[in-house]
């Protein structure tokens, strides 16, 4: 008797097995209805005889040769209709990432002897800092620009253009001798870096740098906080469909050096601990020739924008502190708002992705609550059944806590993003590609599986990017984790004590 299972065990098992069931006969409910009727039919045409197949046979001898070039005249023009106003596929042929060299490495014991010397700070600065640090999710390789390294800081224009320099052409050169992509087969260029905005743009920089032709698309994307390399994608999609037969590259970038705050407001004081430099550099292309070496196709892209409300618009800031110093305040209400901005992100994605035994779920509970007033709870659906893999900016640990609990979603759903987070740090809005090259390197990624990438950024918006795996990608993985990936995943604990 002691071996029996308990009857909650045995009835959570019965619940789960009649989910199961409820999912496949709603998802194939179309097979389970035609299956009947090509039976049907196929028992009728089995009793024809021989006499009535000749005298369709026949009927179709006496039609008019006009009225038969016709209607086949018609169904070429409106197959022809179909596939001329269906989108152009968008395809991500590789992407790389900058990697930093070890001794941009920050450690914590590093961090609080320089936040002790720099003399803006008194102690309660550092230890505020440092009691940040150590929830913060961070690791102890995480590296910041040679400018930070300097006590003070070098906050100069000439220092910020030094470190873009860096990291944006090293991802370029690195993207470009992945794929052979010669730079005057670019058709279209879009970067995005939120706070250094320089003039010449960093777009500029960059045609300058590798010589790209004179007609090329060129756009450069600031401000537009964490989630701007999705708006990017984005941006890129919708010119892709304007221009056929192109190439676009994408890049992604925050540059630290110009935004290191060395004043005493709390709330300002955070990006201090949590971001670390990094960009991503990814190629795009409609052309049809490159499908068949592509990773990915762009499946979905989905955008919203919270800021006609005040308190979205002004919870990730910039702004003077009393003592005239710039930094980026950070709200005590951004993760409610984050919240808030999923939610709405999320009703638009449902139905897009998600099989139909789930939409019916959250129809009936929305009807239930709605008009019949049933005290139930919202019912979340579960993305799980549309992703198998998701990349979640790691903006910091509370930000991966608040969405796996939103979403439901299991440790190693996120383990990508916490991974990324410890070794990485939040490298703003190339943090997504990190994520996405530590699940290729762990020899996660399938052919045919779905990523769903979701990125949060000041305004305040969410952002979220569907990707469909275009070919099982074979371990190993050269990229940002290739000398590290071995030591992942690692035990990240609440608090690591640095005092």
């Not at 305040?329 to 139905?351: C, F, R, V």
């Not at 996120?414 to 410890?422: I, K």
Request: charged content about 20%; glycine content about 6%; aromatic content about 10%.
């Amino acid at each position: 008797m002691a071996n029996e299972p308990s009857p909650q065990f045995s009835s959570s098992v019965r619940l789960k097995y009649v989910k199961l069931g409820y999912q496949y006969l709603v998802n194939h409910i179309l097979t389970f209805i035609l299956i009947p009727i090509i039976v049907g039919i196929s028992i009728e045409l089995a009793r024809v005889g021989p006499d009535e197949i000749l005298s369709l046979v026949r009927f179709l001898n006496d039609l008019d040769l006009i009225y038969v070039m016709s209607t086949l005249f018609l169904v070429i023009i409106v197959g022809t209709v179909y596939f001329m106003s269906r989108p152009r596929p968008v395809y991500l042929v590789d992407y790389a990432c900058f990697r930093p060299k070890p001794n941009f490495r920050v450690p914590f014991s590093t961090f609080l002897e320089h936040a002790r010397l720099v003399p803006q700070f008194d102690e309660r600065t550092v230890r505020f800092q440092v009691k940040i640090l150590e929830r913060s999710g961070l690791g102890e390789e995480t590296c910041l620009p040679p400018a930070n390294h300097y006590i003070p800081p070098t906050c100069s224009m000439a220092a910020a253009r030094a470190e873009a320099e860096l990291v944006i052409f090293s991802a370029i050169d690195e993207l470009l001798n992945k794929t052979g992509m010669r730079p005057k087969n670019i058709d279209i260029l879009i970067v995005n870096c939120s706070l250094f905005s320089p003039t010449p743009s960093l777009s500029a920089m960059i045609v300058n740098k590798y010589k790209l032709r004179s007609n090329i698309l060129s756009f450069n994307l600031s401000g537009m906080g964490c989630s701007a390399g999705l708006i990017s994608i984005d941006l890129a999609r919708d010119l892709l469909q304007a221009h056929g037969n192109s190439n676009a590259l994408v890049v992604s970038t925050e540059i630290i050096t110009p935004n290191y705050y060395l004043g005493k407001e709390r709330a300002m004081l955070l990006p201090n601990c949590l971001f670390r430099m990094g960009a991503a550099a990814v190629l795009l292309s409609n052309c049809r020739r490159e499908k068949r070496r592509a990773k990915y196709r762009l499946t979905h892209v989905v955008r919203t924008h919270k800021g006609a409300d005040d308190a979205a618009y002004r919870c990730v800031f910039q702004e003077q502190d009393s003592e005239g110093l710039t930094g980026i305040n950070l709200s005590k209400d951004l993760m409610a708002i984050a919240g808030d901005a999923l939610k709405s992100n999320i009703t638009t994605m449902g139905p897009l992705v998600l099989p139909a035994s789930e939409q019916l779920l959250f129809l009936f509970c929305l009807i239930a609550r709605k008009v019949f007033k049933v005290k139930w709870k919202p019912y979340i659906p579960d993305f799980r059944l549309a992703f198998e893999h998701f990349c979640i900016h790691a903006g910091g640990r509370a930000v991966i806590d608040e969405l796996q609990k939103n979403l439901q979603l299991s440790d190693q759903h996120v383990e990508a993003s916490r991974m990324a987070l410890h070794r990485f740090g939040n490298t703003s809005s190339s943090s997504l590609w990190y994520e996405l090259n530590y699940i290729e390197s762990k020899g996660r990624m399938k052919k045919g599986d779905r990523v769903w990438m979701i990125g949060f950024g000041s305004g305040f918006k969410c952002n979220s990017a569907v990707w469909k795996c275009l070919k099982t990608v074979k371990t190993p993985v050269d990229g940002p984790w290739s000398t590290s990936i071995h030591r992942y995943p690692v035990d990240i604990p609440a608090v690591v004590k640095v005092l």
